[in-house]
C-alpha cells in the first residue's frame, strides 16, 4: 500500500549518522552491539562509587574518546575538518576540545562522524546555511563541584568555568569546530532535549532558515551527585547490582527504575532537494525522511508522568497529522523500565493505535544503552531510523516477562491482542510484502515533556549510497 503524505514546506531527509554511546564509539559498533544483545551497563569504574546507593551505570569509554579524537577528528585531512569556508577565524584548538568537559568532546566526535557519513563538503556546504541544534539535559556536576572546592579553598576560579557550564556550550563548540554559521540552538528539556533538537533542526529546514542542520544530543552527568539525587527522587533501580547487565528491563514484570547513562548521537539533517543534488558528486546514503514532529506538556507534575499518558498520546498524534495510522510498523518507546512510566507509555501508545491490525512493534533500547538523559532522544532516533533502514529491528533487552498490566493497558479493545512488545534477544524483520513504511521515536522528560518524531523509509534509489560509510549490510543477530 502507498501512503502519499502531505508536505508542509521543505521535505527533510537523515544523511548522517554518528554516535558515542555506552555499546560503542561510532555507529557501526552500537547498531551491532545491539543487535547481538550486548548491554552497555557496568559496575562504575570512572569513580569509586562505594557507599553509593546505586553502582551501576551505562559508561561510555573515555579513554576511546580520547584516542578517537587525537587520530580521527584532529588528525584528518579530509574536508570534515574543513567544512566550510572561513576556518582561518576560528578561534578554537584541539587542546581546548580535550580541556572541555566530556559532553563536549562526545558531541564533537559524533558530529565528526555524521559529517563524514553524510560526505559534507565545502564544495557543496553554505556555511551561512548549515545550523548547529544540540540538546542538553544537565550541566557539567563534575566542573560545578570542582569549581565550588576551588572556591571554599580559597583558590581562584577558571576564566572557563561559566562558558563550561552554559547548555549551549556543546553546540557552540560543533560550530565552532566545523565553521558552522546558521542558526545556532540548544534545547534544555530534560530526557527529551535530543528529540526536540531533531524537531527543532526539522523545522528550521522546513521553513528555510537552514538547508542543512548538524542535530542531536549530549549528555556526560555519571557523577556522584547525580547519582545520590535521582536515588533520592527514586528513580534509579537498586537491583541486580551482581549482574548491572541485567538491570535495565523496559517493559519487564521485574524492572524497578532506569540505569543512568552518558554519551551523544547526531545526525545530519538536509533538504531533500540538496542532498539530491550533491548526490551526483558526494554519494551518500539517505537513511529515511523525517515527516512529523509532535510535542505537548502533561502540566501534572514535575517528575511523574500523567496517569491515564494524555500528554504523550497527544505528541504521537502531533506527529502523525497526515499520516494513516495503518502505515506506523514500530515505535521505539521512551521506556526507561520504571514502573509507571512504562504503564503509562504503553496505555499512550494503545490508545493512539486502538484496535489497528497489525498492532505496531514496541521495543525499547534503552534495555542495552541505559538512559543517557539529554542525549536519549537522540541516540533512539537514530537506532529508529536504522531500523527504517535496514527492515529490521532487535528486541528490548532483558525484556523476559511481560508485564500483563501493559499487555491489558496496550489496549482499547478487548477484540486485539495489544500492542507487539519484541523481547529479550528476539529480533523482528518485516518481510518484503509488508515492509516498514513509518516508525514512531517517543522522548518525554521531567516536567512533563513530550516529544515524537516520525520516521519514513524512503524508495531504495533514494537511499542507496556509494561511499563506502556505515551501511548496516550483514547485520549481527
Known amino acids: 500500500m502507498s501512503h502519499e503524505l502531505v508536505h508542509a514546506g521543505r521535505r527533510v531527509v537523515v544523511t548522517g549518522i554518528g554516535m558515542v554511546s555506552p555499546l560503542g564509539l561510532c555507529t557501526r559498533m552500537c547498531w551491532d552491539a545491539l543487535f547481538r544483545g ?15 546507593p546505586v553502582q551501576i551505570a551505562a559508561q561510555v569509554d573515555r579513554a576511546g574518546v580520547l584516542e578517537r579524537l587525537e587520530s580521527q577528528v584532529f588528525a584528518s585531512k ?23 568537559p566530556l559532553s563536549i568532546q562526545y558531541a564533537v566526535l559524533a558530529a565528526h562522524e555524521a559529517i563524514q557519513d553524510a560526505a559534507l563538503s565545502p564544495a557543496t556546504l553554505n556555511a551561512t546555511d548549515s545550523g548547529v541544534v544540540i540538546g542538553a539535559g544537565m550541566v557539567s556536576l563534575s566542573d560545578l563541584v570542582e569549581s565550588v572546592n576551588r572556591h571554599q579553598s ?22 565552532l569546530w566545523f565553521g558552522l554559521k546558521g542558526p545556532s540552538l540548544s534545547p534544555s528539556t530534560a ?25 542531536g544530543g549530549t549528555e556526560a552527568c555519571i557523577h556522584e551527585l547525580a547519582l545520590l539525587g535521582f536515588s533520592r527522587a527514586r528513580a534509579l533501580t537498586t537491583q541486580f547490582a551482581d549482574e548491572p547487565e541485567q538491570s535495565s528491563r523496559p517493559f519487564d514484570r521485574r524492572r524497578s527504575g532506569f540505569v543512568l547513562g552518558e554519551g551523544a548521537c547526531v545526525l545530519v539533517l538536509e533538504d531533500l532537494e540538496h542532498a539530491r543534488t550533491r548526490r551526483q558528486a558526494q554519494p551518500h546514503t539517505t537513511y ?6 509532535g510535542l505537548s506538556s502533561d502540566a501534572y507534575h514535575v517528575t511523574a508522568p500523567h496517569p491515564e499518558g494524555i500528554g504523550a498520546q497527544r505528541c504521537m498524534e502531533m506527529a502523525l497529522r497526515g499520516i494513516p495510522r495503518s502505515a506506523v510498523g514500530y515505535v521505539n518507546a521512551h521506556a526507561t523500565s ?18 489497528e491490525e497489525p498492532a505496531p512493534v ?40 511481560i508485564d500483563v498490566g501493559l499487555e491489558m493497558s496496550a489496549t482499547t479493545d478487548t477484540t486485539t491482542a495489544g500492542l507487539r512488545f519484541i523481547g529479550h534477544h528476539a529480533h523482528y524483520y518485516w518481510p518484503e510484502s509488508s515492509p516498514l513504511r513509518i516508525a514512531l521515536s517517543n522522548s518525554f522528560g521531567f516536567y512533563g515533556t513530550n516529544t515524537c518524531l516520525a520516521f519514513q523509509r524512503l524508495p531504495s534509489d533514494e537511499s542507496r549510497s556509494g561511499n563506502g560509510s556505515f551501511q548496516g549490510d550483514g547485520v549481527s543477530t
Open 38 to 52: 550486548q548491554s552497555g551497563v557496568q559496575r562504575i569504574s570512572v569513580f569509586d562509587p562505594t557507599g553509593l
Open 78 to 100: 579530509t574536508t570534515s575538518t574543513a567544512i566550510a569556508t572561513g576556518l582561518h577565524e576560528r578561534k578554537l584548538t584541539p587542546a581546548d576540545i580535550l580541556r572541555a
Open 154 to 175: 580559597g583558590r581562584h576560579l577558571s576564566p572557563h568555568f561559566v562558558p563550561r557550564i552554559l547548555l549551549n556550550a556543546a553546540a557552540g563548540y560543533v560550530a
Open 191 to 215: 530526557c527529551a532535549a535530543g528529540a526536540h533538537a531533531i524537531g527543532d533542526a526539522y523545522r528550521l529546514i522546513q521553513r528555510g532558515d537552514a538547508t542543512v542542520c548538524i542535530a
Open 288 to 293: 529515511g525522511e523525517l515527516v512529523g514532529y
Open 338 to 355: 520504571t514502573p509507571l512510566g512504562d504503564a503509562v507509555e504503553a496505555k499512550a501508545i494503545g490508545r493512539v493505535f486502538g484496535a
Open 362 to 401: 514496541v521495543t525499547s533500547t534503552k534495555g542495552a544503552t541505559g538512559h543517557l538523559l539529554g542525549a536519549a532522544g537522540a541516540l533512539e532516533a537514530a537506532f529508529t531510523l536504522l531500523a527504517v533502514h535496514h527492515q529490521c529491528v532487535p528486541g528490548t533487552l532483558n525484556l523476559h516477562d
